[in-house]
T-cell receptor
Framework: DSGVTQTPKHLITATGQRVTLRCSPRSGDLSVYWYQQSLDQGLQFLIQYYNGEERAKGNILERFSAQQFPDLHSELNLSSLELGDSALYFC??????????FGPGTRLTVL | AQKVTQAQTEISVVEKEDVTLDCVYETRDTTYYLFWYKQPPSGELVFLIRRNSFDEQNEISGRYSWNFQKSTSSFNFTITASQVVDSAVYFCALSEAYRSGGNEKLTFGTGTRLTIIP
């Protein structure tokens, strides 16, 4: 158990819908990262937050957004969903510039 | 740009054999970190090791060992006396060392699926 929690574990929704994925980092970790794992793209970095502020952006679509709240939990919002958004979404957390520990992931299926 | 190459897509070995997973990386940074993560069939990503670019010492942890060679930009992972529980997908990853406001994202290889045959 990495100490990072993610909810829900599974999400099934339809095209055009909007979903929110939630992540609670390990106690004491200020950085939260979001990654997407899909069959065709592999594991890709989406976005990083540090202590409530966006720190870095990767290959994140404009339809996707994230935020980190004062209690350090983070949410990833995915809107106007397409079939190609089906993937495993991971959250990771770290103490600054240290190892990233990953949550169990949320498996999103868009039908 | 950073890049991690895991040329071995799938490997199968019989239990108790030794197996080496290859990882080659590219980066323009002089300071960086290398990682290995394990993804068992249950799907989570499990951290195995972190190595910084200053430290080329090989590391051994039980049946696992890692060989970091800066001269060939490689960070290979060996499992000795493999067991069925080692069956998983293994990812090598690279990140820039932290600098103020820097991007600590992990760049992953495509993974090697290891199957241990009982």
């Amino acid at each position: 158990d990495s100490g990072v929690t993610q909810t829900p574990k599974h999400l099934i929704t339809a095209t055009g819908q909007r979903v929110t994925l939630r992540c609670s980092p390990r106690s004491g970790d200020l950085s939260v990262y979001w990654y997407q794992q899909s069959l065709d793209q592999g594991l890709q970095f989406l976005i990083q937050y540090y202590n409530g502020e966006e720190r870095a952006k990767g290959n994140i679509l404009e339809r996707f957004s994230a935020q980190q709240f004062p209690d350090l939990h983070s949410e990833l919002n995915l809107s106007s969903l397409e079939l190609g958004d089906s993937a495993l979404y991971f959250c990771a957390s770290s103490v600054e510039a240290d190892t990233q520990y990953f949550g169990p992931g949320t498996r999103l299926t868009v039908l | 740009a950073q890049k991690v190459t895991q040329a071995q897509t799938e490997i199968s070995v019989v239990e108790k054999e030794d197996v080496t997973l290859d990882c080659v990386y590219e980066t323009r940074d002089t300071t960086y970190y290398l990682f290995w993560y394990k993804q068992p069939p249950s799907g989570e990503l499990v951290f195995l090791i972190r190595r910084n670019s200053f430290d080329e010492q090989n590391e051994i942890s039980g049946r696992y060992s890692w060989n970091f060679q800066k001269s060939t930009s490689s960070f290979n992972f060996t499992i000795t006396a493999s067991q069925v529980v080692d069956s998983a997908v293994y990812f090598c990853a690279l990140s820039e060392a932290y600098r103020s406001g820097g991007n600590e994202k992990l760049t992953f290889g495509t993974g090697t699926r290891l199957t241990i045959i009982p």
